[in-house]
């Protein structure tokens, strides 16, 4: 079995690098001010959890709160690489088959239950459980053959065959206490879905806010934070804020301290600005995209789908609606992954309404009604997008609006909104009953790709698009059966150009990004050093003067 050492930090360049590009440190007047411990912080958010479970909460822009209370394996690093967390170390068989996972001595979730290779071993196997995780990790743990533990703080993880994203999955994967598996919360989350982090779950005011308080045991931060040791702040609030008007408002007024998800007409109160701080970033995964079912109504018809692209300026739209604060999304994973994002796609299809219209006369929507909708057999061209209005956020209902009205003023296509209710929605997605589905994903390692790749009936849990080509499998396939990079790379990139040029499935609007703004006597506050989302409140600490 050879082994893989954890992977140092990035360089010095590397890590000057990113601070500078993504603002991932506290950038307020007093950098050389001593970190002091006590104090509480209110944070106005934008959305809600559907669940604290965070083995069953889909919502990326919830993960701020979440992760402080909840752990994993490793920790990503700025370039890529991985830092001890729960886990020591780990080491790879020469086939690729078994993962083994050392873990970190001295640990114990919040309820008092000690971290154990067999407790960790049990999160692997219910989350390998349909019951039990709704799909969630279903494509991954596909390949999952067993977890057991080979001693109190060994973890053995056996793969069917080799499958290169696993180390991804399974090394950022959220551990819970084995008890929690008995607990009446379980589905919902709660105080007694116990983790291992720096704060402990201490109440939750559905619709309003959710607390949290210092653990005080803790100490056992990954390498890459800022401090070790138990969380500088003794209690911290998040007040859910879903307006960006409101949460900018509070920020100002004084009512909270610090806010994320801020829109691009208010980016500017806190840019330059010496009464606050403001950072942002990308974040990880797939664009934000229209996926277009190509089994159900206009959208089923190849050139209905790319006449829909043709129809949008998408460049024109970001700027109208975020005044130049989003970065356009082109391909299928963000355009900050250096080792997978094929650069090639951009600027290769869409906003042509001359060929749109071209497209929709000879798919035979010759006619159009008295509101200048094309219309074929006496029917109106009309694409449903259906979204969960749990995962509306950053002013998107706007933006889906914008490309409505794109649509009928280009190319007289009937782009219907339907936000829905979470049931709605799963009722929807179960019976493919949608002209279109507007997601991102924020997985990474190519997990995100497979998701909204692979055919919905086996691992492609986000395939609104409903595409089964035969190529994409075998593009996926083999980029899996691979630990060559740029293999797994030339791959992905086959697959993006046929699913988006030469198919037309989804139309990627735009990288999904965290920003955050923060009174200047708040410090410490930045983002995950790879996925990019906000970092929990572990290393914030306040002026107490």
């Not at 936000?419 to 929807?428: E, F, H, I, M, S």
Request: overall charge negative.
């Amino acid at each position: 079995m050879r082994k893989r050492p954890i992977m140092a930090l990035a360089s010095a360049t590397a890590v000057l690098a990113l601070v500078t590009a993504c603002g991932g440190s506290d950038t307020s007047a007093h950098q050389s001010t001593q970190p002091v411990s006590g104090g509480s912080l209110t944070w106005g958010v934008e959305t809600e959890p559907t669940t604290l479970n965070p083995h069953l909460n889909g919502q990326g822009n919830t993960r701020l709160l979440l992760r402080n209370v909840y752990e994993s394996l490793l920790q990503r690093t700025a370039d890529g690489g991985v830092v001890p967390w729960l886990a020591d170390g780990y080491e790879v068989s020469p086939d690729g088959l078994t993962y083994s996972f050392t873990l970190r001595d001295g640990v114990r979730f919040t309820d008092g239950n000690p971290l154990t290779a067999a407790a960790v071993a049990l999160n692997f196997t219910r989350m390998k459980d349909p019951a039990y995780s709704g799909g969630f990790g279903s494509g991954p743990l596909s390949n999952l053959d067993t977890a057991v533990a080979r001693d109190a703080r060994t973890l053995v993880l056996t793969l069917k065959n080799v499958y290169s994203p696993f180390l991804d999955y399974a090394g950022t994967l959220d551990i819970i206490s084995p008890a929690a598996f008995d607990s009446p919360q379980l589905k919902s989350g709660g105080p007694e879905i116990a983790g291992t982090g720096p704060f402990i779950l201490d109440r939750y005011t559905k619709g309003q806010e959710i607390h949290f308080r210092k653990n005080p045991d803790y100490n056992w931060a990954p390498r890459n934070a800022k401090h070790q040791g138990p969380a500088y702040l003794d209690e911290i609030t998040y007040r859910f804020l879903p307006e960006s008007s409101v949460r900018t408002g509070a920020l100002t007024s004084g009512q909270v301290d610090i806010i994320e998800g801020i829109s691009g007409n208010d980016a500017g109160l806190f840019e330059n600005n010496p009464e606050f701080t403001y950072q942002h970033a990308l974040n990880a995964g797939s664009p934000y995209s229209l996926y277009l079912n190509s089994t159900y109504g206009p959208a089923s018809d190849e050139k209905v789908r790319k006449a829909l692209i043709d129809s949008v300026d998408v460049d024109a739209v970001l700027r109208s609606i975020y005044r130049g604060e989003r970065t356009r999304g082109w391909g299928i994973t963000s355009p900050d992954d250096a080792v997978f994002y094929d650069k090639s796609i951009e600027r290769s299809y869409g906003n042509d309404k001359d060929a749109a219209n071209r497209l929709l006369d000879e798919a035979g929507w010759t006619t159009r009604d008295d509101k200048g909708f094309r219309t074929k057999n006496g029917q109106r061209l009309t694409i449903e997008v259906v979204q969960a209005q749990s995962t509306v956020r950053d002013q998107r209902e706007v933006l889906l609006q914008a490309i409505q009205a794109q649509a009928r003023q280009n190319a007289g296509i009937d782009l219907a909104i339907s936000l829905v209710d979470a049931g709605t929605y799963a009722d929807r997605r179960k019976d493919s009953s949608y002209g279109s589905v507007a997601n991102s994903d924020t997985l990474t390692g190519g997990i995100d790709i497979e998701n909204h790749w692979y055919p919905a009936a086996t691992f492609g849990t986000l395939n609104y698009s409903r595409a089964t080509d035969p190529e994409l499998t075998a593009w996926l396939k083999a980029a899996a059966a691979t630990q060559n990079t740029s293999e797994r790379a030339g791959q992905y990139a086959r697959l993006q150009r046929f699913a988006l040029v030469d198919k037309g499935y989804a139309l990627p609007l735009y990288q999904p990004e965290n920003e955050i703004a923060a009174a200047t006597r708040v410090h410490g506050a930045g983002f995950r050093p790879y996925h990019r989302f906000p970092e929990s409140a572990y290393d914030i600490w306040v002026d107490r003067g």
